[in-house]
């Protein structure tokens, strides 16, 4: 019985092996295409033997390894053959001061924003106060003043009537509120 030893057609990697069958004319062990009767080196992670020029050669396997480099860009190996570069990092890299810095006013502006939806309360309605908020309530509150009522949508979607008889009241709690992310 012969052991053969077969490989990809593509990359040359060691799969599997199988007894040849004979022959039946000429009673030899057939080798089929993309196999050798060679046995093919012991590999070690991140290594695969590959049949090439009549042998086997160790070559590294790093497939499926995703690395960084020190600017934080990632990368994945895809192919045989392909190392690691000398500058890859197993993780991602800390950011740096300024990553640090830029993830914090990031942060710190989704809280301003978040704030401001969330809004103030007055009689019962949480009253945001956004950019256009104060747009919409400027041209409510001119016409509120000449005497009509509004029932205003606030960009929270609360809604809330606005009268003759409180839009003072209301003024004062709302604008110190919105002014308040003024510094």
Same mark, same amino acid.
């Given at each position: 019985?012969? +052991?053969?030893?077969?490989?990809?057609?593509?990359?040359?990697?060691?799969?599997?092996?199988?007894?040849?069958?004979?022959?039946?004319?000429?009673?030899?062990?057939? =080798?089929?295409?993309?196999?050798?009767?060679?046995?093919?080196?012991?590999?070690?992670?991140?290594?695969?033997?590959?049949?090439?020029?009549?042998?086997?050669?160790?070559?590294?396997?790093?497939?499926?390894?995703?690395?960084?480099?020190?600017?934080?860009?990632?990368?994945? =190996?895809?192919?045989?053959?392909?190392?690691?570069?000398?500058?890859?990092?197993?993780?991602?890299?800390?950011?740096?001061?300024?990553?640090?810095?830029? =993830?914090?006013?990031?942060?710190?502006?989704?809280?301003?924003?978040?704030?401001?939806?969330?809004?103030?309360?007055?009689?019962?309605?949480?009253?945001?106060? +956004?950019?256009?908020?104060?747009?919409?309530?400027?041209?409510?509150?001119?016409?509120?003043?000449?005497?009509?009522?509004?029932?205003?949508?606030?960009?929270?979607?609360?809604?809330?009537?606005?009268?003759?008889?409180?839009?003072?009241?209301?003024?004062?709690?709302?604008?110190?509120?919105?002014?308040?992310?003024?510094?």
């Amino acid at each position: 019985m012969t +052991t053969i030893y077969h490989y990809h057609p593509t990359t040359s990697e060691y799969r599997n092996e199988t007894t040849a069958s004979l022959d039946p004319l000429e009673k030899k062990p057939m =080798i089929p295409a993309h196999a050798t009767t060679k046995k093919p080196p012991a590999t070690k992670e991140n290594e695969a033997a590959i049949f090439e020029n009549d042998s086997w050669q160790i070559v590294p396997d790093y497939r499926g390894v995703e690395y960084w480099l020190p600017d934080g860009s990632v990368y994945e =190996i895809l192919e045989l053959s392909q190392e690691l570069p000398p500058e890859a990092l197993s993780e991602k890299p800390a950011p740096t001061a300024e990553e640090l810095a830029a =993830i914090e006013e990031q942060e710190r502006q989704a809280a301003i924003k978040k704030q401001k939806l969330d809004g103030v309360e007055f009689d019962g309605v949480m009253c945001s106060a +956004t950019f256009r908020d104060q747009s919409g309530l400027l041209a409510a509150m001119q016409w509120v003043k000449a005497g009509g009522s509004t029932v205003f949508i606030f960009e929270n979607d609360n809604k809330l009537e606005i009268t003759p008889a409180n839009i003072e009241a209301f003024y004062s709690v709302w604008a110190p509120f919105r002014a308040g992310f003024f510094k």
